[in-house]
């Protein structure tokens, strides 16, 4: 299979992050008007909906882009050679602005304002933490996949790790900050204060750091070939 132009692979990312911020914030939405009250009955809600969207979407644009849908896991698909630094960069811009664009959806179609920020904060020692945890696991997951070559079951993996993260980490496992952006667009369930952004991007840079170290280690001698193919095969080879 051909690898998809540049413009087509930044499209990809750029409606599978929009569609994965409206099926957070979306639901982290309803959640909250559908169980009132009921904090852990919200989060399953808003989880659930979360794992089982990833799958979906991943499902739906990873054949053209690898359905990133974050720049961590670009960048260090970029540190493997499987990307250009270059066409990593163009990939954050597509996600970040997917997400953000995913975010007003959201509060567009429960009526309300298109972009109300959130007041949600979450800056803490235990949430920082809880990112880099986060963001480790889900990388070295991908990344193994893609090294023995069952990136067949990254779909459902990355799904039910997101799913499971929501509740073993105090973050609720953003571990993306393009998601971490666009949730700030939303004064809601799934919302995160802009003063609580910055560690939330630091800890998920942090994390994936790690996670490059962590790959090297489990599975030496990952090529460019094989770190082309995360999260899910879409192309040979990288040339751009």
């Known amino acids: 299979m051909a690898e998809a132009p540049l413009w087509r692979r930044l ?47 991943i499902l739906m644009v990873g054949p053209v882009s690898g359905a990133h849908f974050n720049p961590v896991v670009s960048f260090v698909d970029a540190a493997f050679g499987g990307m250009t630094w ?4 163009a990939y954050l811009v597509a996600q970040v602005a997917g997400c ?26 235990a949430h920082f933490l809880s990112e880099v945890v986060a963001t480790v696991g889900l990388i070295v997951i991908i990344f193994a996949l893609a090294r023995t070559g069952r990136g067949k079951s990254a779909p459902a993996a990355v799904g039910a790790y997101i799913g499971a993260a929501y509740f073993f980490t105090s973050s609720t496992s953003f571990a993306n900050p393009a998601i971490a952006v666009g949730r700030m667009l939303s004064n809601s369930f799934a919302g995160i204060a802009p003063s609580s952004v ?34 899910v095969a879409h192309h040979p080879t990288e040339t751009a």
Do not use: C, W
Not at 86 to 89: D, G
Not at 206 to 211: H, K, S, V
């Open 198 to 231: 910055p560690s939330f991007v630091v800890a998920e840079a942090l994390g994936g750091a790690l996670a490059f170290v962590v790959v090297k280690v489990l599975y030496p001698g990952v090529t460019p070939a094989e770190a082309a193919d995360v999260v």
């Open 86 to 89: 270059r066409t990593a960069l």
């Open 100 to 125: 953000s664009t995913g975010a007003v959806v959201a509060n567009l179609m429960f009526s309300r304002t298109a972009v109300t920020i959130s007041t949600h904060h979450r800056a803490s020692a």
């Open 11 to 57: 499209t990809a990312e750029f409606i599978g992050s929009a569609f994965l911020a409206a099926v957070v914030i979306g639901s982290g939405i309803a959640a909250r008007q559908l169980s009132p009250g009921n904090t852990g009955l919200e989060l399953l809600e808003n989880a659930a909906a979360t794992a089982a969207g990833l799958f979906a979407l």
